[in-house]
């Protein structure tokens, strides 16, 4: 059974930083990108950043961009997000996912397939 756990969320002030992981779990994704994404409460849910296996391609959305950093290690088969500078508007449940097609990294929602569960960040002002 395939399966992604998302972890290290939790309740941060403004200005502060959490780091994310996505490991997985019951078949390896060799040579799928993975991205993450965030829905607020009442809000569709929205990218954050993606990365590709080989790393060579990373795409963040403007609104975190400077701020947070994706990373991954293939031989753990986990990816990360360090968020610093954390700001109220990035209160979310954060969500990993793996994408539909080998080797695309889009930016929408229906393009994956493969989701954890989330964890919830909430930053407080």
């Known amino acids: 059974q395939v399966q992604l756990v998302e972890s290290g969320g939790g309740l941060v002030q403004a200005g502060g930083s959490l780091s994310l992981s996505c490991a997985a779990s019951?078949?390896?994704f060799s040579w799928y990108g993975r991205a993450w994404f965030r829905q607020a409460p009442g809000k569709e849910r929205?990218?954050?950043?993606?990365?590709?296996?080989?790393?060579?391609?990373?795409y963040y959305a403007d609104s975190v961009k400077g701020r947070f950093t994706i990373s991954g290690d293939n031989a753990k088969n986990t990816v990360y997000l360090q968020m610093n500078s954390l700001k109220p508007e990035d209160t979310a449940v954060y969500y990993c996912?793996?994408?539909?097609?080998?080797?695309?990294?889009?930016?929408?929602?229906?393009?994956?397939?493969?989701w954890g569960q989330g964890t919830q960040v909430t930053v407080s002002s």
């Open positions: 019951g078949r390896t």
């Open positions: 996912a793996v994408p539909k097609q080998l080797y695309e990294l889009g930016k929408k929602p229906w393009e994956y397939d493969n």
């Open positions: 929205e990218f954050v950043a993606a990365i590709s296996w080989s790393g060579g391609r990373i």
